[in-house]
């Protein structure tokens, strides 16, 4: 069962789902989650307080705008908002292969206006 969350930068609020996989039930039994983020592109990447090990999964490099990714070996946490260096055209696309590991929805672009570094906090959501 999918997990709603709550992925909280600076005044910004997004509002989206864990899926029902290991890495994103791993995710889930870990909140709340302090992340560092840096920007590559319109992706923000980074790790997170827990850290996590690696998941079974199939991994993709093609994303959709709001897709929140996992790469095990490196131990980052990744939200897409557009295309990353790496991108062909518009899509988002990964440097690496990465687990999907949820969504979420929201204003992205407030998300596109902050900086290079930022703070987020991921947390349950709901009632």
């Not at 909140?31 to 319109?42: F, I, K, M, N, Q």
């Not at 994303?63 to 929140?68: H, R, T």
């Amino acid at each position: 069962m999918p997990t709603p969350i709550r992925i909280e930068i600076e005044t910004l609020v997004l509002r989206g789902e864990f899926n029902d996989t290991a890495a994103g039930r791993a995710l889930a039994a870990g909140l709340p989650l302090e992340c560092d983020w840096s920007r590559w592109g319109e992706e923000y990447y980074g790790t997170t307080r827990p850290r996590f090990g690696a998941y079974p999964g199939e991994t993709v490099e093609v994303l959709e705008i709001g897709d929140l990714a996992y790469h095990g070996p490196s131990g980052w946490f990744c939200l897409f908002f557009g295309p990353t260096p790496a991108s062909r055209g518009s899509e988002p696309r990964a440097a690496a292969p990465v687990l999907k590991v949820g969504r979420v929805q929201g204003d992205f672009e407030a998300l596109r206006a902050l900086g290079a570094q930022v703070k987020a906090w991921v947390r349950p959501d709901g009632p």
